[in-house]
């Protein structure tokens, strides 16, 4: 086997420069004595070892099978020797495992269902990440993200005046196309509330863009808010920072329960959906999002069946689409995407793996957000993916999630794919019927 | 506007503007805004490229921008909106606009009886708050958790003091945030602070903070409490008094703290969104007392009826003797009073309304896209397109109506008796 890599961050190194033995033991018998149970119990206990998951892992595939980076693998370095030491682990120890919990995995759930009982390893590894936010020895630029969160309520230090000054400024670009558009700010009572993650005022201005002129022609009762709380997005649920999760999570029903809006529709993004629908909502005590939130795949296949979605004109050329881990493994939205996809794009093939058992882009999870020096080891870790796209022969992919198409880009880029990314979205909004343009 | 017991109580429904004319030529007109006495209604107006103005009761105001947005009525009948003109924001209200220009204006706050305007402020990348068009003299690298007091007189936010480049972790986790009050900041830095407020007096501001990446507590006056906890929601002040309740998580469960000590105990899965009644007797919250499950609790009691969707909007009647709230379940909505719920369930609730005399409850209800009133549980006779939330009359036996249907608004004054039965 390769020499294992381990690599510097300035965030890792600070914090474990801090750690103490004692430090170490007690944070990790702390998060594994009054935050876990019976559910931690039953996966530690009810694993056989029989490495069946490994087959799932994209990391494991692309290196060659190493079972280092095997789910089981994963575990093994890290959760199993903190439960038999209980808590007795050294700081070299908490610097590898930071890193295999915080950058190699993507918590992307694929070997859930390669293991005979259903194991959640992803659940494992978030317990790892919660342990090394305890410890401070997140790596630097997500721990810089979940900072923005608690400062501004949003992923990427947008100020409260930027955010409405971006969907003032896209507004105006529409009327250009759309004389009569709007980008309705706090309109109590409508019907949808419209939110986006962080990313999108700040440098995908286009996606609220194309959002908004799938609202205005499709008739549409919507709104957007114009304050905190607009952000779905959440890499404090992918720190372990579960107290920043819900500060989070409750700002945003807080602002749609505030609008008195009927549902969230959300943009194209995965990590978000799980935090809304699935993470962020259950810390706070819902079982189930307070106020419905519909991803925008489940969102342009109501428009669809409802007749209010129109196919102006097809897109011919080939295109696959890639499943992100979140809305597929995490809500089942794989069939409504490919039915809307067909609709508009006649040449679809097929990626294979794909639906539930599509390959992880390798950048979910927050591992993207986990910057410049984890990249190579990202992208490297998912040459399965680089094969993957390849097969298909296309050049055009879609892929409707932020984080996948941060990951599926560097892919493209380093393997040399010559495939071009698009939103499903961006594919709506140049070929629908817009009744409504000059 | 009048004050509020000279308004036209006479029973009755007149049409106070048909929405279709006005006397500017308009491309479109945007949300309708009543005034709270109900004789005007108002929107934004598109009257040409790139030009808006405001229409009221179907007269435009003069002054013609670049953008209105944010039209809203204050407390007194001020009609405000936040207007661009040739990149520069000021407030017009009724027509006047301020004499002050920004680079950006947003997020319009009024005092209680809505005699104080005022907003928040983006200008040259530095940021604050306006009262009555004057800023503060100290505006910050960046400002959020913007609030006014009740009378107007004092404003707060959360400020940051110091610069922070990329990826500054370390720099972060020292403080680089504070409150300012009017401007001027604490002399003190936090992890994080927010929601700061004031006390019944002005004279004193309560805030969250984070003291670390993990204690949360309240400070006052920039003072952190003592105790920390591992989460904890907005403070309130006693209206009476300067004491502090604040919901407070401890080993897993939420409790609610009275200046750090522990007055219901931490068995709740949520407490947030606290109220202390009007004399300060009573303190409420919304409460979730098991898993999905959510309610109010009175003075710590849980309430008997939950909801598995949420619950919303808490509000304490006049005298402080009922309480009542919305609740949601399986995607309906309804109005819970003194742990009693309405028959009726809707599309969508509004805020609940009691009259002065804490008799009767009111609030603007939504079924199938049509929309009234209801008061009591007893829903008023007739749908309307839009509507907007009830007011009672001062001796509580009328209910002002504003609503629009067919195109027209009207103001329509009915006796609550003829209503409730």
């Known amino acids: 086997m390769e020499e294992r890599v381990w690599i510097k961050d300035e965030g890792i190194e600070a914090g474990a420069a801090k750690l103490t033995p004692e430090k170490i033991e007690k944070t990790i018998n702390a998060v594994f004595d009054n935050e876990t149970g019976a559910r931690l119990k039953a996966y530690v206990e009810t694993c056989i070892h029989c490495g069946l998951c490994s087959d799932a892992c994209h990391f494991f595939l692309s290196h060659d099978r190493d079972p280092r980076f095997s789910p089981v693998g994963k575990v093994k370095q890290t959760i199993w020797p903190m439960l038999k030491n209980k808590g007795k682990v050294s700081v070299e120890f908490m610097k590898q495992a930071v890193q295999v919990a915080q950058t190699e995995c993507n918590l992307c759930r694929r070997c859930v269902q390669y293991c005979p009982f259903g194991i959640d390893i992803a659940y494992m590894m978030s317990l790892v990440r919660r342990i090394c936010h305890k410890q401070e020895i997140t790596p630097l630029y997500i721990q810089d993200t979940a900072h923005s969160h608690a400062a501004t309520m949003n992923q990427m230090w947008v100020k409260d005046d930027e955010w409405i000054d971006a969907l003032q400024w896209q507004e105006d670009e529409m009327r250009d196309e759309f004389p009569n558009a709007r980008i309705p700010l706090e309109k109590e009572g409508a019907e949808i509330m419209y939110s986006v993650i962080g990313p999108e005022p700040k440098f995908r201005t286009q996606l609220i863009y194309q959002a908004a002129a799938i609202m205005n022609e499709t008739g549409m009762d919507w709104t957007m808010p114009a304050t905190p709380g607009w952000d779905n997005s959440d890499m404090a649920m992918y720190t372990g920072d579960s107290e920043m999760m819900g500060r989070l999570k409750r700002m945003h029903f807080d602002t749609a329960a505030r609008l008195k809006v009927k549902k969230i529709v959300m943009g194209e993004c995965g990590h978000a959906f799980r935090s809304v629908y699935d993470t962020g909502n259950r810390v706070l005590g819902w079982r189930m999002p307070p106020i419905p939130v519909i991803h925008a795949l489940e969102f342009y296949w109501d428009l669809l069946n409802e007749g209010k979605l129109k196919v102006a004109k097809t897109f011919d050329e080939p295109v696959t689409f890639h499943d992100p881990c979140n809305v597929v493994r995490g809500r089942g939205l794989h069939e409504k995407a490919r039915e809307v996809v067909r609709a508009f794009c006649p040449n679809f093939i097929e990626m294979i793996p794909n639906r539930e058992h599509n390959y992880c882009c390798s950048a979910g999870g927050g591992v993207i957000n986990c910057g410049p020096p984890f990249k190579n080891a990202r992208v490297e870790g998912n040459r399965v993916k680089a094969e993957q796209l390849k097969a298909t022969g296309v050049k055009v992919c879609i892929a409707p999630c932020h984080n996948c198409h941060g990951g599926l880009e560097d892919i493209i880029h380093t393997f040399e794919l010559g495939i071009e990314l698009k939103f499903l979205g961006e594919i709506i909004y140049e070929h629908m019927e817009k009744p409504n343009a000059v | ?421």
């Open chain 2, 1 to 421: 506007m009048s004050e509020y017991a000279a308004w036209d109580w006479s029973v009755g429904s007149k049409t106070v503007a048909n929405l279709a004319e006005c006397d500017c030529e308009i491309q479109w007109r945007e949300e309708n805004q009543a005034s709270p006495d109900g004789e005007q209604v108002a929107a934004v107006v598109n009257t040409g490229e790139g030009e808006f103005t405001v229409c009221v009761n179907g007269s435009c105001w003069e002054p013609r921008y670049e953008r209105v947005w944010y039209l809203r009525y204050s407390p007194d009948g001020r009609l405000s909106g936040l207007a661009c003109d040739e990149g520069d924001w000021t407030m017009c209200i009724d027509g006047e606009q301020w004499e002050e220009t920004y680079g950006f204006l947003f997020n319009t706050m009024f005092s209680k009886d809505g005699s104080v305007i005022a907003c928040c402020v983006a200008d040259a990348m530095t940021y604050g708050m306006v009262v009555d068009g004057v800023a503060w003299e100290n505006l910050y690298d960046n400002a959020n958790n913007f609030h006014l007091s009740a009378d107007g007189q004092k404003t707060v936010a959360v400020v940051q003091t110091v610069p922070l480049g990329q990826a500054e972790i370390f720099k972060f986790k020292e403080g680089v945030y504070s409150v300012a009050v009017d401007g001027e900041a604490w002399d003190v830095n936090f992890v994080n602070a927010w929601t700061p407020r004031f006390n019944a007096d002005n004279s004193s501001v309560a805030a969250q903070i984070r003291l670390n990446l993990f204690d949360y507590t309240i400070a006052v006056d920039g003072k952190p409490w003592n105790t920390v906890y591992s989460q904890v929601w907005e403070p309130l002040f006693h209206p009476k008094n300067k004491s502090i309740v604040t919901p407070v998580r401890i080993s897993g469960k939420w409790g609610m703290a009275q200046d750090e000590k522990i007055i219901w105990q931490p068995h709740f899965y949520q407490v947030w969104q606290q109220q202390f009644s009007p004399s300060g007797d009573r303190l409420a919250a919304i409460v979730c007392p098991e898993y999905g499950r959510w309610t109010l609790a009175v003075d710590g009691k849980t309430w008997n009826t939950t909801f598995g969707d949420m619950v919303m909007d808490l509000t304490f009647s006049p005298d402080g003797r009922r309480l009542a709230a919305l609740g949601k379940q399986d995607t309906k909505w309804t109005v819970i009073v003194d742990d009693r719920v309405w028959s009726g369930q809707y599309d969508m609730c509004f805020a609940p309304v009691f009259s002065p005399d804490s008799q009767h409850v009111a609030a603007r209800v939504e079924k199938k896209g049509k929309y009234t009133i209801a008061i009591d549980g007893k829903e008023y006779g007739q749908n309307f397109d839009q509507c907007f939330d009830p007011t009672f009359s001062p001796d509580g036996s009328k209910v002002l109506i504003r609503a629009i249907a067919g195109g027209k608004y009207l103001r329509i004054v009915e006796p609550v008796a003829n209503i409730i039965g």
